[in-house]
Nanobody, 114 residues
Framework: QVQLVEAGGGLVQPGGSLRLSCAAS????????MGWYRQAPGKQRELVAV???????NYADSVKGRFTISRDNAKKTVSLQMNSLKPEDTAVYYC????????WGQGTQVTVSS
């Protein structure tokens, strides 16, 4: 059974930090790029960060310098460290395997509010 399972979301105050993780099972992982996306209410889903099989990374301008994506191929996990969080980072965050066919996790809610 193919699964991408996110964890680590929650409520945090502005300026705080959260670390999201995504565990893959039932699919090949090592050879594929993995991405984190987010979708805020009333908005389209957007790419936050992506890491390719070699470890190269790219980030949305809005999160550069604050978020860090990483992967552990042995554990088949991809993580997103989020620092200096802002209210506009509030969204459901999704893990995604960048491939055809592609795979999505179920999402984890991140709320940044005082």
């Amino acid at each position: 059974q193919v699964q991408l399972v996110e964890a680590g979301g929650g409520l945090v105050q502005p300026g705080g930090s959260l670390r999201l993780s995504c565990a893959a099972s039932g699919i090949m992982f090592r050879s594929y790029a993995m991405g984190w996306y987010r979708q805020a209410p009333g908005k389209q889903r957007e790419l936050v960060a992506v890491i390719n099989s070699g470890g190269s990374t790219n980030y949305a301008d809005s999160v550069k310098g604050r978020f860090t994506i990483s992967r552990d191929n042995a554990k088949k996990t991809v993580s997103l460290q989020m620092n200096s969080l802002k209210p506009e980072d509030t969204a459901v965050y999704y893990c995604h395997r960048e491939s055809v066919p592609d795979y999505w996790g179920q999402g984890t809610q991140v709320t940044v509010s005082s």
